[in-house]
């Protein structure tokens, strides 16, 4: 059994649990429960939809049941990548209002998003996210690695998300509603500088650290007065 009994893939639409069917059930249940419970809260309001090849209608709901626990939300019609679909049987849900979510198909390494993002958009990834655009207010990011905006970043950030407390967040303009570097939240002032230079958010003492940031670490450090 060299395949990983249960692989979160992901779409622009929501979550893809892959079920090997060559495990066991109760294995299936026990592994499943620990991929998620091991994400530390990632996952959360996160839509999915379950892909097994050989599964009963009991065992599928009870599979749903666990996620659901997780605080994930069923979903139907999700978009699967080819590569994840063959030879595997969809699993249907009840149909969940739309939420306009983008979750890469690798769940490791980084995720290249090459717009900028809207409000209402919400991108999850558990390695690093880099966005080829702006985040507009009322988007979300939220990565278990770091954060690269080659833009503004306007709305919410959130980086080291499963715990990483040397993660950082970088952006030509930081004008964020709010910034998150694992458990610790901060907020944008009302009235913030303009910069010709990019930015580089850290966490330093359970405090979140703005300073200009290059390639040779420009001098001047600031304490955000988030």
């Known amino acids: 059994m060299s395949q990983e009994a249960v692989n979160i893939?992901?779409?622009?639409?929501?979550?893809?649990?892959?079920?090997?069917?060559?495990?066991?059930?109760?294995?299936?249940?026990?592994?499943l429960q620990e991929k998620i419970a091991s994400a530390k809260g990632f996952f959360k309001g996160a839509k999915f939809t379950i892909m097994a090849q050989k599964m009963s209608d009991q065992e599928s709901e009870a599979l749903q049941e666990i996620c659901c626990e997780y605080g994930l939300v069923p979903a139907d019609n999700i978009e699967l990548p080819k590569a994840v679909g063959e030879n595997i049987t969809h699993t249907a849900h009840s149909p969940q209002k739309e939420r306009d979510s983008a979750i890469p198909s690798d769940a490791e390494g980084c995720f290249l998003i090459t717009h900028s993002l809207r409000s209402g958009q919400k991108v999850y990834h558990d390695g690093h996210i880099t966005v080829l655009g702006d985040v507009n207010a009322g988007a979300e990011i939220v990565a278990g690695g770091n954060i690269l905006v080659m833009g503004s970043l306007r709305g919410v950030a959130h980086a080291g998300a499963s715990g990483d407390r040397n993660a950082v967040i970088v952006a030509w303009r930081l004008e964020p509603d709010q910034l998150r570097i694992s458990d610790v939240i901060a907020r944008s002032p009302e009235e913030t500088e303009q910069h010709n230079y990019p930015e580089r958010a850290y966490l330093s003492e359970n405090s979140i650290i703005i300073e200009p940031y290059s390639t040779t670490q420009i001098a001047g450090r600031k304490k955000a007065l988030f």
Request: glycine share 8%; net charge positive.
């Open 9 to 31: 893939k992901g779409t622009k639409n929501g979550l893809v649990i892959v079920l090997d069917s060559s495990y066991s059930f109760e294995d299936l249940k026990i592994k």
